[in-house]
């Protein structure tokens, strides 16, 4: 939003300063090198070093906060969950033939949903486990996950890009995978700071004494809130009846749900002689 702002306040400074100051990302492209004849995909690396990277510190939280969970099978179901959370969600929101293509098509809203309600049936049926320690665990890590994905969105130049914009830091994408000439907002750096930013809040709270459930219904806010603003970058047509796309719906349902934890964690405990009084 500040970004449209500055464009309509500044808008002779902001004719000039791209001559001097937008970027032609020329760096950016799908393929970061080719080996024996197999290209190596930024994104996919990126996406790599994301569940290597959210693993490792997971194992660790796991321990500290003494979870009775398999890491290992944690990863899997948030895997395989998210996968097909994000194919679903991108196949009904775009492209129905997208549900079984395998070159294309993900959401990481659906892939968000997706991966929580995997974990969510492996940590309640199989660990007998807390689920709310559980998410509040993956909380810092999902965002951090989503911010270094950003970064193989950003790089590969996959096309989620904004508008066509003359603020200073706008860019082209020439040789992306979607490539485009027009300077435009590089959204997806946008979403890669916000998440970091948010991942970077929600791990130095890890250790802080609050409710189970705090740090989930503070991410999925945070989501949401961020999500939000960024879309108004983007180029997506509103829904038919309202003057949001699917993606911001999706943003304020995620806001909603992150409430009413934050609302159900503020309401007063009975005490034991209250409860009991109930009983009786």
């Given at each position: 939003?500040?970004?449209?702002?500055?464009?309509?306040?500044?808008?002779?400074?902001?004719?000039?300063?791209?001559?001097?100051?937008?970027?032609?990302?020329?760096?950016?492209?799908?393929?970061?090198?080719?080996?024996?004849?197999?290209?190596?995909?930024?994104?996919?690396?990126?996406?790599?070093?994301?569940?290597?990277?959210?693993?490792?510190?997971?194992?660790?939280?796991?321990?500290?906060?003494?979870?009775?969970?398999?890491?290992?099978?944690?990863?899997?179901?948030?895997?395989?969950?998210?996968?097909?959370?994000?194919?679903?969600?991108?196949?009904?929101?775009?492209?129905?033939?997208?549900?079984?293509?395998?070159?294309?098509?993900?959401?990481?809203?659906?892939?968000?949903?997706?991966?929580?309600?995997?974990?969510?049936?492996?940590?309640?049926?199989?660990?007998?486990?807390?689920?709310?320690?559980?998410?509040?665990?993956?909380?810092?890590?999902?965002?951090?996950?989503?911010?270094?994905?950003?970064?193989?969105?950003?790089?590969?130049?996959?096309?989620?890009?904004?508008?066509?914009?003359?603020?200073?830091?706008?860019?082209?994408?020439?040789?992306?995978?979607?490539?485009?000439?027009?300077?435009v907002h590089p959204t997806p750096l946008y979403e890669m700071v916000t998440s970091g930013s948010v991942a970077a809040v929600l791990w130095w709270r890890r250790k802080k004494d609050a409710p189970t459930w705090t740090q989930t219904s503070d991410m999925l806010m945070l989501l949401?809130?961020?999500?939000?603003?960024?879309?108004?970058?983007?180029?997506?047509?509103?829904?038919?009846?309202?003057?949001?796309?699917?993606?911001?719906?999706?943003?304020?349902?995620?806001?909603?749900?992150?409430?009413?934890?934050?609302?159900?964690?503020?309401?007063?405990?009975?005490?034991?002689?209250?409860?009991?009084?109930?009983?009786?």
């Open positions: 939003m500040a970004a449209m702002v500055a464009e309509y306040r500044f808008p002779q400074l902001l004719k000039f300063l791209p001559s001097l100051m937008s970027v032609t990302a020329e760096f950016v492209r799908p393929v970061l090198f080719t080996v024996f004849g197999l290209n190596i995909y930024v994104y996919g690396l990126c996406m790599a070093t994301a569940f290597m990277v959210t693993f490792s510190l997971g194992q660790k939280e796991i321990a500290r906060k003494q979870l009775k969970i398999d890491p290992s099978m944690l990863l899997i179901c948030a895997m395989v969950g998210g996968v097909i959370g994000a194919r679903i969600h991108y196949a009904l929101t775009w492209d129905h033939s997208a549900l079984f293509a395998l070159n294309t098509g993900l959401s990481f809203q659906g892939g968000l949903i997706g991966g929580i309600i995997a974990t969510t049936v492996y940590t309640r049926y199989w660990c007998h486990e807390s689920v709310g320690k559980m998410l509040d665990m993956l909380a810092p890590l999902l965002m951090l996950g989503h911010a270094i994905g950003k970064l193989g969105c950003f790089l590969s130049g996959d096309g989620c890009y904004g508008y066509p914009t003359e603020v200073p830091w706008a860019m082209s994408f020439p040789n992306g995978l979607v490539p485009t000439l027009t300077p949401g809130l961020t999500r939000f603003f960024i879309e108004d970058f983007r180029t997506y047509e509103p829904v038919e009846g309202f003057s949001i796309n699917q993606y911001q719906i999706v943003a304020v349902g995620l806001v909603l749900a992150g409430a009413v934890i934050h609302w159900t964690l503020a309401q007063p405990k009975a005490t034991p002689a209250e409860a009991s009084k109930k009983d009786d």
